[in-house]
């Protein structure tokens, strides 16, 4: 798969590169939990979240991982999503998982 795109209605892919060349982040929109991005590697930790984008763990292209973290940035303040860190075991906490919880 190249570049954005809606996988099934509701469900889309994000190009997101600068981890590594192909790395995808996942935008959900339900219908009452709102819209949820679950950034994968192209955002680790909350932390890095900024602003400013602070570059953790390792990077293909620093360049290109700027650039896909505004394009995050934008996606989140235009739907107003939440963001799910890939890696981030603080936010881990806070999030309702599987099998006993689920959104809606």
């Known amino acids: 798969m190249h570049g954005d795109a ?5 469900v889309s892919v994000i190009s997101t590169p600068g981890h590594t060349w192909g790395t995808m982040s996942l935008q959900v929109d339900l219908p009452e939990g ?3 991005i679950f950034t994968s590697d192209a955002v680790y930790l909350g932390a890095s979240w ?3 984008a ?3 763990g390792i990077v293909w292209d620093s360049v290109q991982w700027l650039e ?7 996606i989140q303040e235009r ?3 939440e963001m799910i860190f890939g890696h981030d075991p603080e ?3 806070s999030l309702t998982l599987a ?6």
């Not at 809606?6 to 509701?10: A, F, L, M, S």
């Not at 896909?68 to 934008?74: A, E, I, P, T």
């Not at 099998?99 to 809606?104: A, F, H, K, W």
């Open 6 to 10: 809606e996988i099934v209605p509701g």
């Open 34 to 36: 709102g819209t949820k």
């Open 50 to 52: 900024g602003p400013p």
């Open 54 to 56: 602070i570059g953790a």
């Open 68 to 74: 896909s973290v505004d394009k995050l940035r934008r």
């Open 79 to 81: 739907t107003g999503a």
């Open 91 to 93: 936010q881990r906490k």
């Open 99 to 104: 099998p006993s919880g689920y959104y809606s």
